[in-house]
């Protein structure tokens, strides 16, 4: 049987932050205007630093990229992109494996245990699959629109 997940929303000045709740694998969405600019230092106040891939297309990647990118070098990580083309052709087994193979591909990354986000809409979803898969688990989603 699925475990279903629980989520909480928690009003911010900032935003919006929506946990959900899965025992030990839980993990806040944030939902807020300008958020993409704070990816680095939010972050780094969960935790995380260091080496870390951001997972995109490269619709998604032209319009957000460079914001998360900037955001997370200042804050002191070191990010490899690993960008997948669009569209719903490329939701399939054969480039999941490529993106398999661009995170093992990351050999600090794994063995660092780092981070991985992807930066994505719904037309990327493969990109948290391939990431939870190879990484553990997605430590952030980091959504445009």
Same mark, same amino acid.
């Given at each position: 049987?699925?475990?279903?997940?629980? @989520?909480?929303?928690?009003?911010?000045?900032?935003?919006?932050?929506? !946990?959900?709740?899965?025992?030990? !694998?839980?993990?806040?969405?944030?939902?807020?205007?300008?958020?993409?600019?704070?990816?680095?230092?939010?972050?780094? @106040?969960? +935790?995380?630093?260091?080496?870390?891939?951001?997972?995109?297309?490269?619709?998604?990647? @032209?319009?957000?990229?460079?914001?998360?990118?900037?955001?997370?070098?200042?804050?002191?990580?070191?990010?490899?992109?690993?960008?997948?083309?669009?569209?719903?052709?490329?939701?399939?087994?054969?480039?999941?494996?490529?993106?398999?193979?661009?995170?093992?591909?990351?050999?600090?990354?794994?063995?660092?245990?780092?981070?991985?986000? @992807?930066?994505?809409?719904?037309?990327?979803?493969?990109? +948290?699959? +391939?990431?939870?898969?190879?990484?553990?688990?997605?430590?952030?989603?980091?959504?445009?629109?």
């Amino acid at each position: 049987m699925a475990r279903r997940a629980e @989520a909480r929303v928690i009003r911010e000045q900032s935003g919006e932050e929506v !946990r959900v709740e899965l025992g030990p !694998r839980s993990y806040p969405v944030v939902v807020a205007a300008g958020v993409l600019a704070e990816s680095g230092p939010r972050l780094a @106040a969960a +935790g995380f630093g260091g080496r870390c891939a951001l997972v995109t297309s490269e619709r998604v990647g @032209a319009l957000y990229r460079e914001p998360v990118l900037a955001s997370l070098r200042a804050a002191g990580f070191a990010p490899a992109v690993i960008e997948i083309p669009d569209g719903e052709e490329h939701k399939n087994l054969a480039w999941l494996a490529v993106l398999y193979d661009r995170l093992l591909d990351i050999r600090q990354l794994l063995a660092e245990r780092a981070p991985a986000y @992807a930066l994505a809409t719904h037309a990327v979803d493969t990109s +948290g699959l +391939g990431v939870d898969e190879v990484v553990e688990r997605v430590r952030a989603l980091v959504a445009g629109r």
